[in-house]
């Protein structure tokens, strides 16, 4: 599954990339357009469909290079600077992945199939707090929204970082 939505995602974007050449021949730099390709990636990989609205799915990729701009900078949090846009776009990615989380778990308790990295994490966590419910004993910590969310804002740091890399 992942393999075909990452060469659908590449595909799109080297045909992008061969008409905006095609438009206006010359020389172009490429690392804007492999790191967005990189993120579009990574986040249809983790996230699915939960990033299914353009305009947050775009805050969420330039909230996304803002937190990488913040670790490459001087630390100096004030208004205004890098650090600062940083912890802000940290703070709108998380908030995007716990309502991701909570749209995943409807999905799957509905008994939709997984699509996502997401999803089937989120088919093992239901299945988990069901057995402690059973068991009368506290859900994993990793359950709930905002512990999710961090996992998943770890796994697409992760990708990103091992992807660009490369």
């Given at each position: 599954m992942y393999?075909?939505?990452?060469?659908?995602?590449?595909?799109?974007?080297?045909?992008?990339?061969?008409?905006?050449?095609?438009?206006?021949?010359g020389?172009?730099?490429v690392r804007d357009m492999v790191r967005d390709m990189n993120a579009n990636t990574s986040q249809r990989v983790f996230v699915g469909p939960y990033l299914d609205d353009p305009k947050v799915a775009k805050k969420?990729?330039?909230?996304?290079?803002?937190?990488?701009?913040g670790f490459l900078t001087f630390p100096l949090k004030f208004p205004g600077t890098a650090v600062w846009?940083?912890?802000?776009?940290?703070?709108?990615?998380?908030?995007?992945?716990?309502?991701?989380?909570?749209?995943?778990?409807?999905?799957?308790?509905?008994?939709?199939?997984?699509?996502?990295?997401l999803d089937f994490w989120t088919q093992q966590i239901l299945k988990e707090c069901q057995e402690a419910e059973a068991a009368n004993v506290p859900p994993p910590k990793y359950s709930t929204n905002h512990e999710i969310a961090y996992t998943v804002m770890d796994f697409l740091f992760a990708s990103q970082d091992a992807s660009t890399a490369s």
């Amino acid at each position: 599954m992942y393999v075909q939505q990452q060469d659908g995602i590449i595909r799109q974007h080297i045909a992008a990339w061969m008409e905006a050449q095609e438009a206006n021949p010359g020389p172009v730099e490429v690392r804007d357009m492999v790191r967005d390709m990189n993120a579009n990636t990574s986040q249809r990989v983790f996230v699915g469909p939960y990033l299914d609205d353009p305009k947050v799915a775009k805050k969420f990729t330039d909230a996304y290079l803002d937190m990488v701009k913040g670790f490459l900078t001087f630390p100096l949090k004030f208004p205004g600077t890098a650090v600062w846009r940083a912890m802000k776009g940290r703070q709108y990615i998380l908030s995007v992945l716990e309502q991701a989380a909570i749209r995943s778990k409807e999905r799957i308790s509905e008994g939709a199939e997984p699509s996502c990295l997401l999803d089937f994490w989120t088919q093992q966590i239901l299945k988990e707090c069901q057995e402690a419910e059973a068991a009368n004993v506290p859900p994993p910590k990793y359950s709930t929204n905002h512990e999710i969310a961090y996992t998943v804002m770890d796994f697409l740091f992760a990708s990103q970082d091992a992807s660009t890399a490369s």
